[in-house]
């Protein structure tokens, strides 16, 4: 075969490790060319693809906890590649990779029906409802290899897809097609102050990502980590973003889970 | 009663009776002629409207700063374009050169040349960069990996950039007062057809050759007859003999491939 | 041939159908279709060769290492620089957004001089050569009057050749008033000063450690170096690593931390002698180090058995006594159990009572100049500049008092005590600064008691800020000077903040200034040369490159290469003298300080019935709250349980906001001794009752429309409490009330 073994690129995030300092947030608006407005605290316009979220477990003082979750696009697979978005996506602005296993989304292709925020249960795609602005000087910072979006389409995180391309173009001109583990990262992975990102191939049983979770391919990649989870395991989207947590009310908070079930147990 | 619908019945007789013999003849002709005629007018009009005003109207016609001599300059190289069309260590396309580059050779004019001279004394000495016109240049959303195609599939500069190494001067920039963009883009041919592979350059040519390139690749080791009819099949149904689609959507490799 | 209706359709239908034989409506259309999809407004960046810079990052006294991305001349990125002793490839949000900084709307394009009145923000561009000339003119006068010891300089830095040419500037003209922002910078060093007799800084060996002790310092706040902290943090979880966290408030540290102790406020330094009453009491203390490195013990602990057992600690800290016990057993018990202090990101000194009943934790358990323990690390030594030569008019200004009072007689041991110059200005008629310089600092929002600042504020005559940004001091300044953004410059960062050993970081130029700014080292150097002498003998450089050059000698060139140099295998105690106190040993009791020492808490200001509650500030990583202050990235990842709008959310408990009538999102009026503010109320079940937690970092009234006019500023609403012993501002809350409005 001419092509080389299909990738599947996921992330693992270790909750014990996130300190919730927002570096990953600021380290993808920077990489990605992400727009920023005066006022950013209404958090339903406020494009972040990357976002880390609070978690509580409820109870009172002094035994609250908190955790804290980052969020970004989780790359569903679905069934065979059929993500939410992907398969309610009418302008074909979308698509599932089968050589890498990662959503893109093409700007200049999306019309901004937005199908496929509502489709996503993860809140991870976001709609330019402005057009971009950088205060006069700054877009000096813009990066050449992320286009600018306009307004009037979604965006969502690539995992830095542009840096898998650069790291491919280095590959090909030393003559090589396959990647080393660390010639491809995203940028949220690479400024983790805990190092609690780890992103690499799932397919390949010498990335870390894969020694980690230890995906089941027999039930649609879940975790035989019993640490492991991912976000709404049982809606079947297959997410390729996993989450690693020593506290099980985190794991539980992954689901909806009745009392009697527990993340792990369902199936 | 009856006389009068009589009379008025000979009357128009008489009426139709005489018109046919002076004008109907006349006017008939005269009046589909006169719509043939205005329907021709108009076709022509727009015709030539459309194929010859129009691309006139569309494109604003630039020179390049400097009339460049591609022809001198890669006889006077040793590695053809990629002299100083060169590829960075990181796998990046550097395109056109800069200025510095350049300077390597014509820190002071070679010949006496006025378009030489014009770069010494314009751009060298002041060290401004030359505002070259991109005749290849995309839109934004465009990504285009140079390593991926000359280094990995060993593709040449001509498949895509046409025999430009071996003009003498330098086109005359068209660029589109619509997109902004060259007229190579779309080709010089204002309907679109293309002789050459490097007339266009347009996502359609792209897909083009990749679909020639793939069906060439799946259908090696197969048999005349068995390729004629899987290409068939590969045409109609995407993806179904190749054992893996590459995508879901467009079964050909995710957008993201080409678009950043 | 006349045109009829007919023909005229005819006309049409010949016109339409020539139109789509001809290429016009296809190709339009597909003109049309990417002119929508690439507007002419939005922005294409430029590509060009990538290339990479390493630097020093100097938004914080983190000391990190940074490599900065660049294409063709544009900086588009900045990343953490792998391998660097600090901070090794990680980077924090704020280093993160320094473009946004750098290109920012907020730089100082070029000197400005104030041309309507203070703080109205009008200003008027000038030449470099005319604004010094204004600051000569001034300075001149001053020093004719014999009036040089009125001028003082507020600065962020004082350990590089850029703090200390200005500190060298003010010796040679005659003034003693060189005063560093506050910080827990201050205790420690006074803490290691007085216990163990050295001049240094504290160094903290987090990743040896295997038990960490944390009084309410913001490990994951932005205490120390932040980068270091996390990944020792990181590392701590991997091996297991015990962290017991002790603050009122469920910080990020405290939630990731193994155990979180709810202490009452401001009693931290009581549960400390309780705990050293159980380590004493059980003997658990390390006799190897404490016979025979430490002396006045038995004083100490005579005082800890009597006063502080697990039942009075109870009763003041709230801590179950038998958790108090568990404790202190767990802790010495560890193998290098390592106590911290400082709260939250550590901007504000704290009582010397604390830091010392902390230090004597870890003394306790052997745990000084030790692996995995608190190292004293010797400042910079590279710095070796000619005596300056002082004429009689500097020698006088030199003798008279700093106008902080720090080394008077009061305030023996203080070095700097900035919390005191608004009271001292204000006090005096005529003002005791007449003029004052601001170098990497901003102290107009970040000095606590806002109302008595402005006072003091206003009876200043001249104002010089040096900022690169159009910060809260820059706007109420007279005259602006520029320096050039850290990307921008050269400049050695002596020391990194908790860092273990010595360590000196150089910042390089990034990319050629974008304004018409000027290296604060070459306006000092410009101001020293038009003095004329004997100022100017001071300075036998000619620019200040020329001053790093002649500093760093050879040196220098491998710093440009390297980008820091670090003295890897440093171990304090072998090659440095480890104690320096009279009785060469550790001092459980500082003869200096004795029973002073002792008192270990301070008292929030305020009455109770007027004043039923406790606000307590407290940090976040992701708000920013020193000289910097949030780009519009950082901002932009603030919850919104914390800013809304404009309006500024503190912490209360669902009790406390029930028994006041408060709900979640209710506006309320946050009244303190110092003033009042209009907030809105979050309810968080993770801060103690009877507390009102306010975030530091918002209510900026300068900078960019990204960050001023949003929340309040929580040092508006906070005045400095001076401790007894020490004199360094040890304010950690202060009494307020919430009231509905």
Redesign the interface.
């Known amino acids: 075969m001419k092509h080389e073994q299909a990738k599947k690129y996921g992330m693992v995030i270790d909750l014990d490790k996130c300190t919730g300092c927002g570096a990953c947030m600021v380290a993808c608006m920077a990489e990605n060319n992400v727009p920023f407005k005066e006022d950013e605290t209404n958090k339903l316009d406020s494009i972040t693809w990357m976002r880390v979220y609070q978690l509580t477990n409820g109870k009172p003082f002094p035994d609250t906890d908190i955790c804290y979750l980052p969020r970004p696009c989780m790359h569903c697979e679905g069934d065979h590649g059929h993500s939410p978005c992907v398969s309610v996506c009418p302008a074909t602005a979308t698509d599932y990779s089968m050589d890498t296993g990662i959503v893109s989304q093409i700007y200049t292709r999306c019309f901004g029906c937005r199908y496929c925020m509502a489709a996503c249960p993860y809140h991870a795609r976001y709609f330019n409802w402005w057009d971009p602005v950088w205060p006069n000087g700054m877009e000096k910072y813009l990066n050449p290899n992320v286009s600018p979006r306009m307004r009037g389409v979604v965006e969502k995180c690539s995992f830095c897809y542009h840096r898998y391309q650069l790291a491919k173009d280095r590959a090909f001109m030393e003559g090589r097609r396959e990647l080393e583990e660390e010639e491809y990262q995203t940028a949220c992975t690479q400024a983790c102050p805990a190092g609690a990102i780890v992103f690499g191939d799932l397919n390949n049983k010498t990335h870390r990502v894969h020694q980690i979770v230890q995906p089941d391919p027999a039930h649609a990649g879940r975790p035989k980590n019993p640490k492991a989870f991912r976000l709404l395991e049982r809606l079947g989207t297959n997410p390729k973003v996993y989450y690693l947590s020593s506290r099980e009310w985190v794991r539980r908070s992954g689901d909806h889970y009745l009392p009697h079930e527990g993340p792990g147990g369902g199936h | 009663m009856s006389t009068n619908d009589d009379k008025a019945k000979a009357d128009a007789l008489t009426d139709t009776g005489k018109q046919p013999e002076q004008d109907k003849p006349e006017k008939g002709n005269g009046a589909s002629g006169s719509i043939l005629f205005f329907f021709l007018v108009g076709l022509i009009a727009s015709l030539l409207v459309g194929w010859v005003v129009f691309p006139e109207l569309l494109y604003s016609k630039k020179k390049q700063p400097i009339d460049f001599n591609h022809a001198l300059h890669v006889d006077m190289v040793d590695e053809g374009c990629e002299s100083c069309h060169f590829f960075r260590e990181d796998g990046s396309f550097s395109g056109v050169p800069e200025l510095a580059q350049c300077i390597e050779c014509h820190e002071e004019a070679q010949t006496d040349h006025p378009e030489e001279i014009k770069f010494v004394t314009q751009y060298v000495e002041k060290y401004r960069e030359v505002p070259w016109l991109v005749y290849s240049r995309q839109p934004n959303c465009v990504f285009f990996s140079h390593a991926a195609h000359v280094r990995l599939a060993e593709m040449d500069c001509v498949t895509c950039h046409g025999p430009i190494g071996e003009s003498t001067h330098s086109r005359i920039y068209e660029e589109n007062r619509i997109t902004g963009l060259s007229r190579d883009i779309w080709g010089r041919n204002i309907a679109g057809i293309k002789r050459n592979s490097w007339d266009r350059m347009k996502m359609d040519d792209c897909a083009e050759c990749h679909a020639e390139a793939a069906t060439k690749t799946a259908s090696e080791g197969e048999a005349p007859i068995e390729g004629f009819f899987n290409n068939i099949i590969r045409i109609a149904f995407p993806g179904s003999l190749s054992g893996r689609k590459s995508s879901v959507q467009t079964q050909n490799e995710a957008c993201f491939v080409c678009h950043k | ?1 006349k ?2 209706r ?3 359709l ?10 789509t ?4 409506p ?3 259309t ?3 279709a ?2 929508s ?14 290339t990479f810079v390493e630097t020093t990052c100097m938004l914080c006294p983190g000391g990190c290492g940074v490599t900065v991305r660049k ?1 063709g001349d ?7 620089t792998p391998g660097h002793p600090v ?1 090794d ?5 704020l280093g ?2 320094g ?2 900084l ?4 907020t730089r100082v394009p070029a000197p400005l001089r104030r041309a309507g009145g203070r703080g109205e923000n009008h200003w008027e561009k000038i030449s470099w050569d005319d604004a010094l000339a204004l600051v000569v003119e001034k300075l001149a006068a001053l020093r004719e009057n014999r009036l040089s010891h009125t001028l003082a300089c507020i600065s962020g830095t004082d350990g590089g050749t850029v703090g200390r040419l200005m500190e060298r500037f003010l010796t040679a003209y005659g003034s003693p008033n060189f005063i560093r922002t506050p910080s827990m910078r201050d205790a420690y060093e006074m803490t290691l000063h007085l216990m163990q007799g050295v001049q240094a800084s504290a160094g903290f060996d987090v990743e040896n450690a295997d038990f960490i002790l944390s009084f309410g310092s913001g490990i ?1 706040e932005g205490w120390g170096s ?2 270091r902290m ?2 020792a ?2 590392a701590w ?1 991997e091996k297991g690593v015990k962290v017991v966290q002790i603050e009122p408030r ?1 910080s ?1 540290t405290a ?2 931390s193994d155990k ?1 102790l ?1 202490v009452n406020p401001g009693t931290e330094a009581v549960l400390a002698l309780g705990l050293a009453h159980v380590i004493l009491k059980e003997s658990l203390h390390r006799k190897e180090f404490v016979d025979f490195y430490a002396s006045g013990l038995d004083r100490w602990k005579n005082e800890v058995i009597s006063k502080w057992t697990p039942e009075q600690v109870e009763a003041v800290t709230g801590i179950d006594k038998s958790t108090t016990v568990a404790l202190a057993r767990s802790f010495a018990r560890a193998d290098h159990p390592l106590a911290l202090c400082g709260r939250g990101k550590g901007s504000t000194p704290g009582s010397i009572g604390e830091f010392m009943a902390v230090h004597a934790l870890n003394a306790l358990v052997g745990n000084i100049n030790r692996k995995g323990g608190v190292w004293a690390v010797p400042g910079p030594d590279y710095i070796r500049w000619p005596e300056v030569e002082m004429d009689a008019t500097a020698a006088a200004g030199m003798q008279q008092p700093r106008i902080d009072g720090a080394g008077t007689e009061k305030y023996i041991f203080a070095r700097h005590l900035l919390h005191r110059v608004p009271e001292m200005v204000t006090a005096a008629d005529p003002s005791l600064v007449q003029a004052l310089f601001i170098l990497e600092a901003n102290p107009y929002y970040t000095l606590s008691d806002s109302a008595l600042l402005k006072k003091a504020w206003d009876k200043i005559p001249f104002i010089v800020s040096f900022s690169s940004f159009m910060d809260e001091t820059a706007q109420n300044a007279d005259l602006i000077l520029p320096n050039h953004m850290y990307l921008e410059r050269y400049e050695d960062v002596s020391y990194a903040e908790g860092f273990n050993k010595p360590y000196i970081g150089l910042a390089k130029p990034v990319i050629h200034p ?1 304004f018409s700014t000027m290296h604060a080292g070459d306006v000092i150097l410009r101001l020293a040369k038009a003095l004329g002498d004997p100022v100017q003998k001071a300075f036998p450089w000619e620019d200040y490159e020329g001053c790093l050059d002649d500093t760093f000698g050879d040196a220098l060139e491998t710093l440009r290469e390297t980008g820091y140099r670090v003295e890897a295998d440093f171990a304090p105690g072998s090659g440095y003298p480890v104690f320096e106190t009279a009785s060469g040993r550790f001092e459980f009791i500082p003869e200096e300080i004795r029973d002073a020492g002792m008192q270990a808490m301070v008292q929030p200001q305020g009455e109770e019935p007027a004043f039923p509650l406790i606000l307590i500030p407290f940090d976040s ?2 708000l920013a709250n020193g000289y910097i202050g949030d780009p ?9 349980t914390v ?3 404009d309006a500024l959310f503190v912490e209360v ?1 669902p009790e406390t906001a029930k028994a006041i009538g408060l709900s979640e999102g209710r506006a309320a009026l946050l009244a303190t001794p110092k003033g009042q503010a209009r907030v809105r109320v979050h309810l968080f ?5 009877g507390l009102v937690g306010i975030p530091t970092g918002l209510g900026h009234q300068a900078y ?3 960050l001023a006019g949003k929340g309040v500023n929580a040092n508006a609403l906070m005045g400095p409490v001076e401790d007894g012993a020490s004199g360094l501002n040890a304010a950690w809350g202060i009494r307020a009330k919430l009231s509905r409005v």
């Open positions: 041939m045109m009829d007919r023909s005229f005819s006309f049409l239908i010949g016109g339409a159908a020539g139109t034989l001809s290429p016009l296809w190709k339009l597909d003109d049309l990417i002119w999809q690439n507007w002419p407004w939005t922005p294409v960046p430029a590509g060009g060769e990538v294409v544009r900086a588009v990125k900045i990343e953490g901070n490839g990680g980077i924090c949000i993160l957004s473009l946004q750098l290109y920012g709307p994951l932040p980068v996390f990944r943090h990181s979880k469920l990020n939630a990731k979180w709810p974008q990583q992701r519009p990235f950082v901002i932009k990842t603030v919850p919104d800013l809304k709008g408990h079940e993770g801060i103690m009752p960019d429309g990204y």
